[in-house]
């Protein structure tokens, strides 16, 4: 048993352990960018015993809805996260 209790140990130490910052800014550019715009998804195929389906899907985040400044919302989760300014720019996509 005393085993497994440091396994869980060494779980949740890294589990709280602060991202890197490019981990930071990987994470963050993913937020921004669900701020930018709705993310759609489609799908469309076909199956030898159901035939064609298709599906679809629209996701809005709550910075979306707000109206916030997806270059504000990188920024802010980065610090977040890291304490520190972001090591460089977001790579958001092109609208």
């Keep these: 048993m005393h ?3 440091l396994v869980a140990l060494a779980i949740s130490v890294a589990a709280c352990t602060p ?3 490019e981990q930071a800014a990987q994470r963050c550019e993913e ?3 669900a701020a930018q715009a709705p993310e759609v998804g489609v799908t469309i195929g076909a199956s030898s015993d159901g035939g064609p389906f298709a599906s679809g899907n629209i996701s809005l985040s709550g910075d979306l809805l707000r109206g916030r400044d997806p270059l504000e919302v990188y920024e802010t989760c980065v610090i977040q996260m ?3 300014p972001p090591i460089r720019p977001p ?4 609208l």
């Excluded at 790579?91 to 092109?94: E, G, K």
């Design 19 to 21: 991202p890197t910052p």
């Design 91 to 94: 790579r958001l996509r092109a």
């Design 82 to 84: 890291t304490g520190q």
């Design 3 to 5: 085993r497994w209790s």
């Design 31 to 33: 937020r921004a960018r």
